[in-house]
């Protein structure tokens, strides 16, 4: 079976992909949208395409994905998955109506999270207990959820028909109607048991599935386990820097956590704007004593206001343009010699690094907790480990954890006793 995962973002990415590596299904992630599907196909049982559609505009961003659909269906792809940010931010309706229309078909939509506590129940989407508009992720600055209700925010973007599945409803049978089927979900064995009955009885043609990393994760058992052949030369290295260009309250209170923990702490805020670019040397210098001298150490972009020295960020322009400047901060950090790992929050800021060193191939090894993923990157020829996660994922102790990982790991030599 051939599965294709369309991300919108590169660490929902590499956190859907990771699901199937570790259990042994081959899975590779694309950064570029003109790759050739047929010959990525060809290498591995999973591609996962970084659709970057997050900030995009609806429209725009329905036509990304309606362009790859049409593309996979030529390959051909088996089953077809959307993933959706676990707090139901970006272009959810556009792009899962997207999938419907050009996959012709049912999208099999289960946007739970329960391993994170993120539940849906009746049709409304929650968030430690909290309705997701109520939540942290419905203050956000920039994408607030402002509906709670799986079918009003889809119905924000797209007028196609929403059905909810409550939790003590039989599974339909797909079929071929053009719509969207949400499903309730309160545990993974809910997930566990809609992923066994859509593979049994979803292949009259291609199967059209949605959901976050955990639905991906059930799926991925029942596919069939083919290993990636993935390298057995490297070895964590266990010098740690974490960037973060995250303004999630959650980031900001690991941050304060790991700095009690005792990481070294840097704040840079509108030194990355492209008008401060002569500043990029002093500043690369600057990281690389405070690596030097420091065995984990924090760079936070935006700092402890998540302001510019001339106020709070003005748009969403000003914070994409500082997680760009962050990604050729650190890729100048990297490109000069810099042994550790690199721990990476907030897929603003991971695309930002991708562009400014020119990542040419991802491979996910493990999770080190929930939505927290060690990988393995390629630059030139050159690998280094990095860690990567969303900015509301995570323990509160996270960068201990992944600062832990890396030091039980340094010693064991193989990629594979990482997983």
């Given at each position: 079976?051939?599965l294709l ?39 591995c ?16 961003a ?6 790859l ?28 109506a ?10 099999h ?30 203050k ?28 003590c ?65 490297f ?6 820097l ?11 209170g ?36 405070l ?19 001339s ?9 994409l ?6 990604g ?26 991708i ?6 191939d ?37 960068f ?16 594979e006793?990482?997983?």
């Amino acid at each position: 079976m051939k599965l294709l995962i369309l991300a919108d973002d590169l660490t929902g990415s590499i956190d859907t992909g990771v699901q199937l590596s570790q259990i042994g299904v081959s899975t590779r992630i694309v950064t570029n949208l003109n790759t050739n599907l047929a010959a990525a196909a060809d290498a591995c049982n999973v591609v996962v395409v970084d659709t970057e559609t997050r900030h995009l505009h609806p429209q725009k961003a329905a036509e990304v994905v309606a362009c790859l659909v049409q593309k996979a269906r030529l390959v051909p792809f088996q089953m077809i998955y959307k993933k959706t940010d676990s707090a139901l931010r970006g272009n959810i309706g556009a792009e899962l109506a997207a999938l419907a229309e050009n996959g012709k078909g049912t999208v099999h939509f289960a946007p739970a999270h329960p391993t994170l506590n993120r539940l849906t129940i009746n049709g409304i989407h929650y968030i430690d207990g909290q309705p997701v508009s109520q939540s942290v992720f419905g203050k956000d600055p920039f994408e607030p959820v402002r509906h709670s209700s799986v079918r009003e925010i889809i119905g924000q973007q797209s007028g196609i028909l929403v059905h909810a599945i409550k939790e003590c409803t039989a599974f339909p049978v797909p079929g071929s109607e053009i719509q969207i089927l949400a499903y309730d979900a309160t545990t993974d064995a809910r997930l566990d048991a809609l992923a066994e009955h859509l593979l049994q009885h979803g292949f009259s043609g291609t199967l059209l599935t949605a959901g976050c990393a955990a639905f991906a994760s059930h799926l991925g058992r029942f596919l069939e386990k083919k290993k990636s052949g993935r390298s057995k030369e490297f070895t964590c290295e266990p010098g740690l820097l974490v960037v973060s260009g995250s303004m999630n309250p959650i980031t900001r209170g690991q941050i304060t956590a790991a700095r009690s923990d005792g990481f070294a702490y840097l704040s840079l805020q509108n030194e990355l704007l492209p008008s401060n670019s002569e500043q990029f040397p002093a500043l690369t210098e600057k990281i690389e004593t405070l690596c030097r001298d420091n065995a984990c150490a924090i760079v936070e972009v935006g700092g402890e206001s998540h302001s510019t020295l001339s106020g709070e960020l003005k748009n969403m322009e000003e914070g994409l343009s500082l997680a760009q400047g962050s990604g050729r901060l650190i890729g100048q950090v990297i490109e000069r010699g810099f042994r550790g790992t690199i721990a990476v929050t907030g897929g603003d800021t991971l695309r930002g690094l991708i562009n400014a060193v020119g990542i040419q191939d991802i491979q996910p090894v493990c999770e080190i907790e929930p939505g927290v993923v060690y990988t393995i990157a390629s630059i030139g020829g050159q690998r280094f480990g990095m860690v990567t996660k969303s900015g509301g994922l995570g323990s509160e102790h996270v960068f201990l954890n992944i600062r832990n990982f890396l030091t039980n790991n340094h010693q064991r030599g193989e990629e594979e006793r990482c997983v």
